[in-house]
C-alpha cells in the first residue's frame, strides 16, 4: 500500500535555531500535502495544505514565515520551523493524498516528528 | 463553521465486548468519512473509509453512516486490550479534500 516515509521521528533542538522535516511518499505521487500539529491529549490541527508545484495555503493563524513547507516535487514536501522556540514543541505529521486518491481513503500518514525545542 | 464531534470518553469496555463510537457532523455536503485509530505518542492509522449510507464491515469493525441525522459511527466487536487508543472521525466536506477532524475518543479495552 501507499507509505509517506517521515523523518527525523525525533529531534531535539536549541531555541532560536531551524528544523526541516522531510515526507516522502515511497511508491505514489502525492498531489496534495498536509501538514498538521498535536500538541498532547489533543485532536490534529491542521497547519497548512500544499500542492506541488504551487504555494502552500496556511489556516488561520499559522505564520507562514515562521512554518515553512515546500512541495517541490510530487514525492517530497518539507517544512521547516525557522528560529524554533519552545512553545513550537510538539508532534509534526504529514498527510499526503495520492494521485489517484487510492486505497481506503486516499489519505496517507507520515510516522510522524516529535519536536523538542530546549 | 463546519465542525465534526465526538465524545471524548474515556470510554471503558470489557475485553469481548462491542465498543460503539460516535461522531456527527455538521455540514450536510460532507461526503467522505473516516475513522483513524491513534495510539499515543504514533501517528493515525486508517480504520475504515465510509461513503455512502448504511453499514460497511472489515473483520471485527464495522462503520454506520446516516446522512440524514449526519453521523457517522464505528463498532468494533470482539474488543481486544489492543483495541485500547484513541479513535479520530474525519470527515471530507471540500474539492481541496481537507478532513475535518474530531477530537477524538479514548477508549479502554479492560482484560
Known amino acids: 500500500g501507499a507509505v509517506v516515509s517521515q523523518h527525523p521521528s525525533w529531534v531535539i533542538c536549541k531555541s532560536g535555531t531551524s528544523v526541516k522535516i522531510e515526507c516522502r511518499s515511497l511508491?505514489?505521487?502525492?498531489?496534495?500535502m498536509f501538514w498538521y500539529r498535536q500538541f498532547p491529549k489533543q485532536s490534529l490541527m491542521l497547519m497548512a495544505t500544499?500542492?506541488?508545484?504551487?504555494?502552500?495555503?496556511?489556516e488561520q493563524g499559522v505564520e507562514k514565515d515562521k512554518f515553512l513547507i515546500n512541495h517541490a516535487s510530487l514525492t517530497l514536501s518539507t517544512l521547516t520551523v525557522t528560529s524554533a522556540h519552545p512553545e513550537d514543541s510538539s508532534f509534526y505529521i504529514c498527510?499526503?493524498?495520492?494521485?489517484?486518491?487510492?486505497?481506503?481513503?486516499?489519505?496517507?500518514f507520515g510516522s510522524g516528528t516529535r519536536l523538542t525545542v530546549v | 463553521q463546519k465542525e465534526v464531534e465526538q465524545n471524548s470518553g474515556p470510554l471503558s469496555v470489557p475485553e469481548g465486548a462491542i465498543a460503539s463510537l460516535n461522531c456527527t457532523y455538521s455540514?450536510?455536503?460532507?461526503?467522505?468519512f473516516f475513522w483513524y485509530r491513534q495510539y499515543s505518542g504514533k501517528s493515525p492509522e486508517l480504520i475504515m473509509s465510509?461513503?455512502s449510507n448504511g453499514d460497511k464491515e472489515d473483520g471485527r469493525f464495522t462503520a454506520q453512516l446516516n446522512k440524514a441525522s449526519q453521523y457517522v459511527s464505528l463498532l468494533i466487536r470482539d474488543s481486544q486490550p489492543s483495541d485500547s487508543a484513541t479513535y479520530l472521525c474525519?470527515?471530507?466536506?471540500?474539492?481541496?479534500?481537507?478532513?475535518?477532524w474530531g477530537a477524538g475518543t479514548k477508549l479502554i479495552i479492560k482484560p
Open positions: 498527510s499526503a493524498r495520492d494521485r489517484q486518491g487510492s486505497g481506503l481513503g486516499g489519505y496517507t
Open positions: 511508491d505514489f505521487q502525492a498531489t496534495t
Open positions: 500544499s500542492n506541488e508545484g504551487s504555494k502552500a495555503t496556511y
Open positions: 455540514d450536510r455536503g460532507s461526503q467522505s
Open positions: 465510509i461513503y
Open positions: 474525519a470527515v471530507n466536506v471540500d474539492s481541496n479534500y481537507q478532513l475535518i
